[in-house]
């Protein structure tokens, strides 16, 4: 139950941020819309985190994995060296 909680939670928090791109064509006024998308990425990331909270270690280290192809290998031997690049 803890863990449908959790994801419902993540699943609230990937809506709040999404919605930011929504709410310009809402037809609010400018403050407005400042106000409605600062209160969504505040919202968002509240939620997330009480998310990871939540789901724990072990779910925090699932997303980490996901995301390693954005880091660079510096081990890699395929990889040309710094100088080498000059």
Known sequence: ???????????ISCLS???????????FSKIQIAGTTTGLIIAGEILFYLS??????????????KLKFWKVKTNDPNLPKQSDLK
């Open 1 to 11: 139950m803890l863990k449908t909680i959790g994801y419902i939670l993540l699943l």
């Open 17 to 27: 941020f999404l919605m930011i791109l929504i709410v310009p064509w809402i037809g």
């Open 52 to 65: 990871l909270i939540i789901l724990g270690r072990s779910f925090w280290d699932k997303i980490k994995n």
